[in-house]
DNA sequence: CAGCAGATTGACT
DNA sequence: GTCAATCTGCTGC
């Protein structure tokens, strides 16, 4: 069963980042199903962010997905090579997205392993932002589809109990002064499926 | 219009 | 542990 859009629309961009954590993210890419439970997220808190590419209500023609209803998808392309999977939140006009960090893989092992040109299951083959986007097949192309009725979608599952969740630092955002420092980063306590960062 | 840094990963010393 | 890959968009000349 798919989340409902009146989740996404909600206002507290913090509060669904760690609600995401346990749902199942799917793609259907030309009749491959893959997919995985979301164990890392963090949250992009739109025009007073400033680690986030919307910070002082920037706007560009690639950002500009942001800006749009929530329920959308935001693929950003980082360092020219890694996509970047983000879920946009908010009601329209207010650029609020919460970045996929790690996903832990359900459905479709085979055609994420060839996705991803390895031969057998490591927690690299869906821990890190850039790998799960490549694992799921999840490219630029896909920013700004909705959630409902496209080729990329997530499906209800329970709710994780606080008590396993664990609340952090956001991971490759140093240049974003006290920002930095906000606890916008969610995991699952105890998973091996969480990526590890560059330092932390 | 040229230069540089980034929500990262993987290969090499 | 260190460094290159590769494209978007911001900053500065």
């Given at each position: 069963?798919?989340?409902?859009p009146e ?6 961009v ?8 346990g749902?199942l ?5 030309d009749?491959?199903r893959s ?6 997220t963090e949250a992009?808190a739109?025009?007073?962010?400033k680690a986030?590419?919307?910070?002082g209500?920037?706007?560009t023609?690639?950002?500009?997905v942001?800006?749009m ?5 935001y693929v950003y392309l980082?360092y020219?090579?890694?996509?970047l999977f983000?879920?946009v ?5 207010t ?9 832990e893989?359900?459905?479709?092992l ?6 991803r ?6 927690p690299a083959?869906?821990a890190?932002p850039?790998?799960l986007?490549q694992?799921?097949g ?5 920013t700004?589809?909705?959630l409902?009725g496209?080729?990329v ?9 606080d008590t396993?969740?664990?609340a ?8 974003a ?8 980063r ?9 990526s ?5």
């Amino acid at each position: 069963m798919l989340i409902p859009p009146e989740f996404y629309s909600a206002h507290d961009v913090v509060d669904i980042a760690r609600l995401l954590l346990g749902k199942l993210l799917v793609t259907e890419i030309d009749g491959h199903r893959s997919s995985g439970i979301i164990t890392e997220t963090e949250a992009y808190a739109g025009v007073t962010d400033k680690a986030s590419h919307a910070w002082g209500g920037r706007r560009t023609k690639r950002t500009e997905v942001m800006y749009m209803q929530g329920g959308t998808a935001y693929v950003y392309l980082c360092y020219g090579i890694h996509h970047l999977f983000n879920v946009v939140t908010h009601e329209e006009g207010t650029p609020h997205a919460v970045l996929i960090r790690a996903i832990e893989p359900v459905d479709g092992l085979d055609i994420m392993l060839q996705r991803r040109k390895m031969s057998k299951l490591t927690p690299a083959l869906t821990a890190g932002p850039g790998a799960l986007s490549q694992a799921l097949g999840i490219n630029t192309a896909m920013t700004g589809l909705s959630l409902f009725g496209n080729s990329v979608y997530i499906e209800e599952r329970p709710v994780i109990p606080d008590t396993n969740i664990v609340a952090a630092t956001r991971i490759g955002v140093n240049y974003a002064g006290d920002d930095a420092l906000l606890p916008y980063r969610f995991y699952i306590k105890g998973n091996k499926y969480v990526s590890k960062g560059k330092g932390l």
